[in-house]
């Protein structure tokens, strides 16, 4: 029995040495900003405090936040880890519980803060396709600027050892795995985990644990968006402003979602999404093989296949080097002989 059981992811923190180069990033993004406290603070439009943290200082990731029922939940995890339920002295107030997993990443539950109405709504407009004719003598007309982001998603860490972190995340916050991911049979090197709900539908993932080589850190964190019509339209506000492309658009395979990834000024991946799976805790984990997490179903190729980039750090990257090495490794092994 887990600890507790988190609703959700909550936000990301960063630490930047130019917080106002990130902010105008975020607002181009599809966030709304503003800044309290000496920080640089944005928020989605499903009435959350915040989704997104900058502070200034070094580049770099700092805190990975998942949303608690309630500020009892905290107390158990609390006395459970020898930590303190303190004020979050933070926009939209609260309780936190500040933890550090296996591999030293800060992890910041909360419970407890305010949620204002939901804001700037992009309206989702009936669609014709050649089954059924929803929109009928009326027009498309769509207002180019900046995505909608709505709400924080999922975020991706990597680990030094998946079965450990897998490990502590599922016995503090109840974790369910989706997809584990194989580089070849009976050899897992993550797991995209979701949140569970019980009967209630829940994101695919909501945290993906990946065992990768190269330094620790987050390789992206994922903002939902209102629709396909608005991932699109983010996209071109995007381009426009000349903004660093990483990948998409495409749709995925593992959580089916259509993605569109962007670096900010200071080299963090953010990703717009829209349409992805929803399950409840009914739903039995899958096995996929790590090749599916370099394909997709349509959408552009990562830019490592297209010729675009490099095999360098980045999360495709990684995954592809690894994949061949345990390709080549497993190739070479008698059978019967397993590592």
Known sequence: MAIIKIEDIAHVRFAAPDVSLMRLFLEDFGMGCFEAGGRLYGRGADGRPFVHVT?????????VGFRAETIADLGKLAV???AKVEDLVEPGGGKIV??????GYSVEIVAGQLKAEETGRFADQPRNTAMVRSRQRSAVRLEPG????????HAVLKVRDFRLSEKWYKERFGFLTSDEVEAAANVPVGAFMRCDRGAKLADHHTLFLAQLPGALGLLHAAFEVANLDDLMLGHQHLKAKKRESAWGVGRHIIGSQIFDYWKDPFGNELEHWTDGDLFTAADRPQKMPMSALLAVQWGSPHPVFAGKAPPAPGLIAF???LWLRLQRLFRRQPRGIST
Do not use: N, Q, S
């Open 55 to 63: 502070e200034p200082g070094e580049a770099k990731f700092l805190a």
């Open 98 to 103: 500040r933890l550090t997993d296996p591999d």
């Open 319 to 321: 995954i592809m080097a």
């Open 146 to 153: 900046p995505a909608h982001v709505r709400r924080i998603g």
């Open 80 to 82: 459970h880890e020898g």
